[in-house]
């Protein structure tokens, strides 16, 4: 599976940004597809996920209320809204895949086999 991620830029705190991850390669549906965002003082962090058989999603703390993933499996897309930006949102976004993952183990990182190149989203203050 290759991932392509997109959809990052700059916007002020309190904006909007909708990221994309096209996958192409393998069926898609079956994949949990996840966001994971870095900055270089924090590591990486686990955003969200959707699983790959029908809809159950997972947010981290950070960003529920504020963020929603979605698929259209038809388009092998996952997307990404953020709403609410806030200037710590600020960081490189990626987009991740893997399959069979459990339900512990969907915030880590190792877990997924597949990772997109990222796509920075800078929020201003």
């Known amino acids: 599976v290759q991932l392509q991620a997109s959809g990052g830029g700059l916007v002020q705190a309190g904006g909007s940004l909708r990221l994309s991850c096209a996958a192409s390669?393998?069926?898609?549906?079956?994949?949990?597809t996840a966001w994971f965002r870095q900055t270089p003082g924090k590591g990486r962090e686990f955003v969200a996920a959707?699983?790959?058989?029908?809809?159950?999603?997972n947010y981290a703390n950070s960003v529920k209320g504020r963020f929603t993933i979605s698929r259209d499996d038809a388009e092998n897309t996952v997307y990404l809204q953020m709403n609410s930006l806030k200037p710590e949102d600020t960081a490189v976004y990626y987009c991740?895949?893997?399959?069979?993952?459990?339900?512990?183990?969907?915030?880590?990182?190792?877990?997924?086999?597949?990772w997109g190149q990222g796509t920075l989203v800078t929020v201003s203050s």
């Open positions: 991740v895949a893997g399959l069979n993952l459990i339900l512990s183990s969907i915030p880590s990182a190792s877990r997924y086999d597949y």
């Open positions: 390669g393998r069926p898609f549906s079956r994949y949990t």
């Open positions: 959707i699983r790959g058989t029908g809809t159950t999603t």
